[in-house]
């Protein structure tokens, strides 16, 4: 089952998820859903314990450091 939430984000980076390709909104909404479940999960973790975690299942996944440079680059 999947559910859609809403959450606020800065309006240039719903302007470049609106552009990007379906394959990389894909990426995007893994790495949403990697965060919110880590961050949320188990909160005896430090945030370090949870960027390496969410860094080793997005990997798991296919999203290469390259794809995620490609992500989070502002493209002004």
């Known amino acids: 089952m999947v559910a859609t939430i809403q959450v606020r984000i800065p309006d240039s980076l719903a302007q470049i998820y609106e552009n990007a390709s379906q394959e990389d909104k894909q990426k995007a909404q893994w790495l949403i859903e990697l965060v919110l479940h880590d961050l ?10 949870v960027m390496q975690a969410i860094s080793k299942r997005a990997q798991e996944r296919g999203l290469t450091p390259d794809d995620l440079d490609a992500l989070l680059r502002d493209d002004e």
């Open 40 to 49: 949320f999960q188990d909160r005896s973790e430090s945030l370090t314990d």
